[in-house]
C-alpha cells in the first residue's frame, strides 16, 4: 500500500461536502472538487443559493420587525418592543453567520482538491479563526434559546403577577436585556474554557465550525454546567410556556361564559399565542440536530452517510432567525398593522417627492408664461 493510500484512509475528516459521494474521497484526491465526477456542481449551486437566500430574508425581515417598531406609537407595548428589537438584533447574527462563514467556504470548496481539503481542516483545528467562528455558532442559538425564555418568563408574569408586570418600567427592561446579553455573551465561550475537552474544528459537510468533543472524557461538574448553559434553559421555557398557556385557555374560557371580552385581556392572548408559536417554530427547528447526533451515537449516521442529514438539520436550526418574523405577520396583528404603515409611509414618500417634483416643474411654467415678452409694436410707438 502506497503512503498516499495510506493517507487517504486515514483522512482527517469524516464528512464531506454534502454534494458528493464518499467515494470521492480516494477518487478524487488530487482532482479538484469541482472537476470530480462523483460531485455535483449543480449541487454546489443549490447550497450556495440556500445559504444567500436564507441570510438574505433573515436581514431583511428582521429589519423589517426594527422599523415597525420604531414606526409604532402604542405606549402600552413599548416594553415589549424592546424585547421583540433585541430578538430581531440577535437573529441578525445568524444571517451574519451565515454571510461572513458559511457563503466563503461554500465557494472555496470547489476550488480544492480533497487533499487540500483534508489539510484545511488540520490547519484550522483549533487556529483562532475556530474559536471565534464556534463561539458565534454558539451565540446564535443560545441568544435565540435565552430570549425566548425571558419572553416565556414575560407571558408568565404578565398571567401569575399583572400589577408587577405592568407597573414595569423601559429602564427594567433594558437592565434584563443587558443580563440576559452578558449571559448570552459568556456562556458562548464555554467550548474554550476546557480545551482539553472540546476541539473546535471546521467541518466541512457544514461548512461551519463546532466544537467537538475531545479525546478527554467529560466530568461530572463540566456536565452540569453544559446541561445548566444549553438544556435547563429549555425545559423552563417549556414549563413556563404551557403554564401560560393552560391559564390564559382557562381564563378565556371564563371570559366567554360571562360574555366579558377586555382589550388587555385580548392583547395579552394574542401575546401569548404569539410566544406559544415561538417556542414550537424553535422546538421544531432544534429537534432534527438532537435527532441527527442521537442517530450518530446509536451508529445509524457515519462517515459515509452523515453528510447531507448533518447539513439539512443544522442549516434547518437557522431557519429559526426568519421564522419569528412569519410568526408575528400571522398572530400579531399590530405588527401586520405597523408593517403596512411601513411601506405606506414609503410609498406616499416616493409619492409626495413625485408630485413636489410635478408642482415645482407647473410653477417654473406659470413664471415663465408670466415673464415679460418682447413687444415689436410698443418699442415702434415709443421711439
Same mark, same amino acid.
Given at each position: ?21 464518499? $467515494?470521492?474521497?480516494? $477518487? ?31 436581514? %431583511? ?20 418592543? %424592546? ?41 484550522? &483545528?483549533? *487556529?483562532?479563526?475556530?474559536?471565534? #467562528? ?8 443560545? *441568544?435565540?434559546?435565552?430570549? %425566548?425564555?425571558? #419572553? ?17 418600567? !423601559? ?34 459537510? #457544514? ?32 414549563? %413556563? ?7 390564559? &385557555?382557562?381564563?378565556? &374560557?371564563? *371570559?366567554?361564559?360571562?360574555? &366579558? ?6 392583547? $395579552? ?27 450518530? #451515537? ?48 414609503? !410609498?406616499?414618500?416616493? $409619492? ?16 415663465? *408664461? ?14
Amino acid at each position: 500500500m502506497t503512503a498516499e493510500n495510506v493517507t487517504r484512509i486515514n483522512h482527517t475528516f469524516c464528512g464531506i461536502p454534502p454534494y458528493c459521494d464518499y $467515494e470521492a474521497i480516494e $477518487e478524487c484526491w488530487n482532482t479538484t472538487i469541482r472537476d470530480c465526477p462523483l460531485c455535483s456542481n449543480a449541487g454546489s449551486d443549490a447550497v450556495l443559493t440556500y445559504i444567500l437566500l436564507v441570510a438574505t430574508f433573515i436581514i %431583511l425581515g428582521n429589519i423589517l420587525v426594527v422599523a415597525s417598531v420604531f414606526v409604532m406609537k402604542s405606549r402600552s407595548r413599548k416594553t415589549q418592543d %424592546l424585547v421583540k428589537t433585541s430578538l430581531a438584533i440577535a437573529d441578525m447574527f445568524t444571517a451574519l453567520h451565515l454571510f461572513s462563514v458559511c457563503v466563503p467556504y461554500i465557494v472555496l470548496t470547489p476550488q480544492l482538491t480533497f487533499q487540500e481539503l483534508n489539510q484545511l481542516v488540520i490547519d484550522l &483545528r483549533q *487556529s483562532d479563526v475556530a474559536k471565534a #467562528m464556534g463561539t458565534v455558532l454558539l451565540f446564535t442559538y443560545i *441568544s435565540s434559546l435565552y430570549h %425566548l425564555l425571558y #419572553m416565556s418568563t414575560q407571558r408568565f408574569s404578565a398571567i401569575y403577577a399583572p400589577f408587577r408586570y405592568r407597573n414595569q418600567s !423601559c429602564a427594567t427592561i433594558l437592565r434584563h436585556l443587558a443580563v440576559l446579553w452578558a449571559v448570552v455573551i459568556v456562556g458562548s465561550t464555554f467550548a474554550l474554557w476546557k480545551p482539553e475537552y472540546f476541539q473546535i474544528q471546521y467541518k466541512p459537510e #457544514m461548512f461551519q465550525f463546532m466544537a467537538t468533543v475531545g479525546e478527554n472524557e467529560f466530568s461530572v461538574s463540566d456536565a452540569i454546567a453544559l446541561s445548566i448553559l444549553v438544556v435547563l434553559p429549555y425545559i423552563l421555557m417549556s414549563g %413556563l410556556t404551557f403554564a401560560t398557556a393552560y391559564s390564559a &385557555r382557562k381564563r378565556l &374560557r371564563q *371570559s366567554r361564559r360571562l360574555n &366579558r371580552v377586555e382589550s388587555a385581556e385580548h392583547q $395579552e392572548t394574542s401575546l401569548i399565542k404569539v410566544t406559544c408559536a415561538m417556542y414550537l417554530g424553535f422546538t421544531i427547528t432544534v429537534v432534527p440536530i438532537v435527532i441527527g447526533n442521537f442517530l450518530l #451515537m446509536a451508529q445509524y449516521l457515519k462517515c459515509d452517510n452523515l453528510s447531507a442529514p448533518f447539513f439539512a438539520t443544522v442549516h434547518t436550526s437557522t431557519l429559526n432567525g426568519i421564522l419569528n418574523v412569519l410568526i408575528y405577520s400571522a398572530f400579531d396583528r399590530t405588527f401586520r398593522q405597523t408593517v403596512r404603515k411601513v411601506f405606506y409611509r414609503m !410609498c406616499r414618500k416616493s $409619492e409626495s417627492d413625485n408630485s413636489r417634483n410635478h408642482t415645482n416643474n407647473i410653477r417654473l411654467r406659470q413664471t415663465d *408664461s408670466k415673464s415679460p415678452k418682447f413687444n415689436r409694436a410698443q418699442l415702434t410707438v415709443k421711439l
